[in-house]
């Protein structure tokens, strides 16, 4: 019998290795140097809790403290909850973080209560943002604060006068390539699983992440109740291991192959950065991303 040593390790899909690149952390921070200094904080979309982690070594969390973060993937909230397990006890007059399983559509959180609602790289997987950001009107006080950002704005995530939408676009390309060279593979194992469906349909596209331009944002902020929206965007430059860190991310293959399983789209993706960075004879991919901050109506 093996011991658990040697075990064979389940693949790592989640969010935790793009999170901690360095060109990542730095988009985070021009957004999140906006926050507050704050007693109650509501993290939307936490994935593994990155953005409460660094609110608080940044000093913007202020003793004691509230901090929830909130998502529907079971596995990154374990994740972030071993991250704060001393800290997820209600004491009185001391600090506590706590990771909760819901949608950022509807979640159990009282009226009015919090200061600043973080929401980060997200928005534009939701079905319906606007409620969403109505969601996060609810639950903050008067004058409370939001912070958002997204790659996915339909005019700048490709940003004009750049090379990107070529470079995204060939990485997908030769991705989708090496898959077909493997399709009858591919609809074997699904078929063997009893999901004959995405066999028949193996390159069908997922939900556009990409319905909103930068001003629908704001749009939608002003709809559900947020004055005083700033928006501010910045064009980043990703190297090779940014790249194989985004492609090693779930829902990052699942939306570009949401057919096909990340056993293989992973490593097609993956596989493919080398070769689209020769291509483009380039040392970085570039991505455009916009951010906002706004307020909450005063009562
Ligand atoms: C790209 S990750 C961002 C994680 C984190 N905000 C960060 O920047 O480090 C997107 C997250 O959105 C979560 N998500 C997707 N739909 C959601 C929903 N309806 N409610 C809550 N979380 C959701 C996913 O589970 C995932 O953890």
Redesign the pocket.
Known sequence: MSSPETLPQQPDYS?EAF?QRDFYIAL?ERLLKYSPEIHSLV??????G??IDHLRSHGKLKEPFTAIG????EE?LERARRKFTNLNTLESGSNYVNFIN????ETPITSSSQELVTY???IH??PDPLATLVEAERILEPRGTILVITGYTKDFAYPPRTEARRQWGLLAKIARDSLKSRAEEIEYVLKQKGEDEKANDLFARGRDPFQNTASDYLDLLAQAGFQYSVPDNHITNMDRDDMRAICS?R?FAQGRFPNIPLEYSIPALVEAVDPAFERMETDYFQRGWYLYRAKKKAA
């Open positions: 969010y999170a985070n993290d939307f979309a936490t994935g593994t990155a953005v909130v998502d529907i993937d990154g819901y949608s950022v559509a980060l790289h997200a997987l939701m991310y829902e």
